[in-house]
């Protein structure tokens, strides 16, 4: 069993596919993220979703055919910089494989990619509790500061 590969998710590849809805159904499954599977008709239009996103750039971890980890990112924009931006909405690594460099090794294609994009950041919101993700971040350069050190926090309306 060797390292993984870090590649760019064709969503057109049933593999990919199977591994994006596997691991974000991991991940919504664990206690932080609400400990629920994603909803089957979720499940139905993800890919599909994916797909007609133009701004998105979605990353897997392969380990011998099989989808380990997965970075899900969107493309924004910084009114005070007047540039791209790359936000990671999702990272993910399946409980199996946490600890081995995997989570760094997607921060790190996702990094390469905003560099290549001309971005001037890259975002991520994190969950206050979620004590192992933070350290991670952090120890790859994040910040919860803003540009006088005031902690940021992320809010949410769910709509109807």
């Known amino acids: 069993m060797g390292s993984p590969k870090i590649v760019q998710a064709d969503l057109a590849n049933a593999a990919h596919q199977a591994g ?14 609400g400990g629920q599977p994603l909803d089957d008709e979720v499940q ?7 797909a007609a996103q133009p701004n998105g750039r979605y990353f897997l971890a392969i380990r ?8 899900i990112c969107f493309i924004g924009f910084s009114t005070f910089r007047a540039l ?23 921060l790190d294609a ?3 990619e905003a560099i290549r994009l001309g971005c001037c950041k890259l975002t991520l919101e994190v969950q206050q509790e979620n004590t192992k993700a933070r350290r991670l971040y ?15 926090s992320f809010m949410t309306k769910t709509l109807a």
């Open 110 to 112: 996702a990094e390469q």
């Open 84 to 106: 791209p931006l790359l936000n990671i909405h999702d990272l993910a690594v399946h409980r199996d494989f946490r600890g081995q460099g995997i989570g760094t090794r997607l």
């Open 20 to 33: 994006i809805v596997e691991l974000l159904n991991m991940y919504a499954s664990e206690p932080l993220q």
């Open 64 to 71: 011998d055919d099989e989808a380990v980890g997965l970075a």
């Open 138 to 152: 952090e120890r790859v350069g994040f910040d919860s500061g803003g540009p006088v050190g005031a902690a940021s």
């Open 44 to 50: 139905s239009r993800l890919i599909q979703g994916l």
